[in-house]
């Protein structure tokens, strides 16, 4: 089980699904992370979004806890 806090499994399952959110390596959930944040984290001017924001800082905490 990976190391999340209860606002990063909280976006997670919102956005990813609660498969996610239980997920045992790191590399499933940060592809899912990486692929949500390239589908719905840019504008149309391909700057990122509050969102696209919230979900790379959700990605590096991950990572880094997870090393």
Do not use: P, V
């Amino acid at each position: 089980m990976l190391k999340l806090s209860a606002a990063e499994k909280k976006f997670i399952t919102e956005n990813l699904g609660s498969e996610f959110a239980e997920a045992r390596k790191l590399n499933d959930i940060l592809d899912a992370l990486d692929d949500w944040i390239t589908e719905n984290g840019f504008d149309d001017n391909e700057d990122l979004t509050d969102s696209g924001r919230q979900a790379q800082k959700i990605y590096d905490s991950i990572y880094t806890n997870n090393l």
